[in-house]
């Protein structure tokens, strides 16, 4: 799940795959960081810990 908090410009991701060794990603501040994470999280995190390429 991303999370973005546009107030306080800041953003996560959790992930909730059983067996995952990596649950949270971030958080990452900052309005370009977060562009940058939003675009990339899912893929980089699916490839790196689930062995999936987006």
Known sequence: ???ID????RARY???RPGCSQR???PVF????VQ??????KGQHLA???G???
């Open 14 to 16: 959790e992930c909730y």
């Open 36 to 41: 940058a994470f939003v675009a990339e999280i």
């Open 24 to 26: 949270r990603e971030g």
């Open 6 to 9: 546009t107030e306080n410009v």
């Open 52 to 54: 999936e390429k987006r």
């Open 1 to 3: 799940m991303l999370v």
């Open 30 to 33: 900052g309005s370009a960081s």
């Open 48 to 50: 790196a810990y689930h």
